[in-house]
């Protein structure tokens, strides 16, 4: 047996790989569809996630006291987030805030980026870095004067990553069976 399928079989069973990329496929598609219902579904679903991963943080917490601040604060932190986002009168608003905060996150993400591969480029390491160091300020520069733009078209750019990974998916379950 070669490597490569070792390493393939280690990531579950064929029938589960196919399961979620048929679900990658199917929400990527709504995404397309109905971006708005998609968006506010997905964010309901992350707070739901969040108010629950804080309560079993804090309950960690207790369990194991390693790094017991931390697990306090993000505890604390995730069922803030979480009630504040499943208990909202107005869903539409709420997705767009996380949103447009997840468009900052990823414009700064991108200015530290880019600002780390021209010091590379610089001291040594040729033009890849440079240019791709350039393009991720660029980018991060966008993103951040236009992060509500940047928020409208996230769920078309998560769209197609799901629909693009979920085919990749569907094609890497078939080829596992």
């Known amino acids: 047996m070669s490597s490569?399928?070792?390493?393939?079989?280690n990531v579950g069973p064929?029938?589960?790989?196919?399961?979620?990329?048929?679900?990658?496929?199917i929400i990527g598609v709504l995404l397309f569809t109905n971006p708005v219902g998609a968006?506010?579904?997905?964010?309901?679903?992350?707070?739901i996630y969040w108010l629950i991963k804080g309560v079993f943080m804090i309950i960690s917490m207790f369990l194991d006291s390693t790094m017991w601040g931390w697990k306090l604060f993000s505890g604390i932190v995730g069922?803030?987030?979480g009630f504040l986002i499943i208990s909202n009168e107005y869903?539409?608003?709420t997705t767009l805030l996380v949103f447009s905060v997840a468009v900052i996150v990823l414009g700064i993400q991108g200015l530290i980026m880019g600002i780390v591969y021209i010091v590379i480029a610089f001291k040594g390491g040729g033009w890849g870095p440079g240019i791709l160091g350039a393009l991720s300020v660029a980018i991060g520069a966008i993103l951040l004067a236009?992060?509500?733009?940047g928020a409208t078209v996230l769920?078309?750019?998560?769209?197609?990553?799901?629909?693009?990974g979920g085919i990749i998916a569907i094609v890497a379950a078939f080829k596992m069976r």
């Open 4 to 9: 490569d399928v070792a390493t393939v079989e």
């Open 14 to 25: 064929w029938w589960l790989i196919l399961i979620e990329g048929i679900l990658a496929v």
């Open 39 to 47: 968006s506010v579904f997905l964010v309901q679903v992350l707070g």
């Open 79 to 81: 069922i803030i987030a």
């Open 91 to 93: 869903p539409l608003l």
């Open 146 to 149: 236009n992060a509500l733009i």
């Open 155 to 164: 769920p078309f750019v998560l769209g197609s990553f799901l629909l693009v």
